[in-house]
């Protein structure tokens, strides 16, 4: 199993700005997608913004012109910008990759899992 590491995260006021990474170990040859969701309290998981490896972004309409993953494949690493955070984006936010390890095996990994306050 592939395991994530995801930082960044923590407490913040609304209007204020977080950054999420998340890293795959060298063990990997290739990643596919680079996915990132979260879970708002009472609620089901949602995916918040995706990139594939034709570098296309798209996102979640609740977090259009706010979010911005990038993708940085030399480091196997995602990340998610996120800017003026509101309270409603309180959540645990997870990554999601997908690709091909070194030993030509696919594989599909979630990250740990981070909390993301934002106070009003």
């Known amino acids: 199993q592939v395991q994530l590491e995801e930082s960044g995260g923590g407490f913040v006021q609304a209007g204020g700005s977080l950054r999420l990474s998340c890293k795959a170990p060298r063990s990997i040859s290739r990643i596919e997608q680079m996915d990132w969701y979260r879970e708002r309290p009472g609620k089901q998981r949602e995916l918040v913004a995706m990139?594939?490896?034709?570098?296309?972004?798209d996102y979640a309409d609740s977090v259009k012109g706010r979010f911005i993953i990038s993708r940085d494949d030399a480091n196997h690493r995602t990340s998610l910008q996120m800017n003026n955070l509101r309270p409603e984006d309180t959540a645990v936010y997870y990554c999601?990759?997908?690709?091909?390890?070194?030993?030509?095996?696919?594989?599909?990994?979630w990250g740990q899992g981070i909390q993301v306050t934002v106070s009003s």
């Open positions: 999601y990759l997908a690709g091909v390890t070194s030993q030509v095996r696919g594989f599909s990994s």
């Open positions: 990139m594939s490896r034709a570098n296309r972004p």
